[in-house]
C-alpha cells in the first residue's frame, strides 16, 4: 500500500529536500503509481518553464528610479 503524497512532498522530492526515508517511499511509490508520476512530471515541467523566465522591469520605471536618485542626491547635498 503506497502512502499518499501531497503535492508539497512532491515539490520537496523535486528540489531534493526530503528525508532519505521519505525520498525511498516516493521512490517506491514512482515505480507503481502512474498517476503521481505524472503530477511529478507536472511539477517538473513547471520548474522548468520558470527557470527559462526572464522578467525585466520597464524602462520608464528603471527611469523614473533613476530621477528620484539624482534628485535625492542632490537633495542631500543641500
Known sequence: MNPSF???D???YLYKETAPERTQA???ALRTDWSLREKLAVLQTSRERLDRLVESP????ILRLL???SAE???ARY
Not at 520597464?58 to 520605471?61: G, Q
Open 6 to 8: 501531497t503535492p508539497e
Open 10 to 12: 512532491l515539490l520537496e
Open 26 to 28: 516516493i521512490d517506491e
Open 58 to 61: 520597464r524602462t520608464e520605471t
Open 67 to 69: 530621477r528620484y536618485a
Open 73 to 75: 542626491n542632490v537633495a
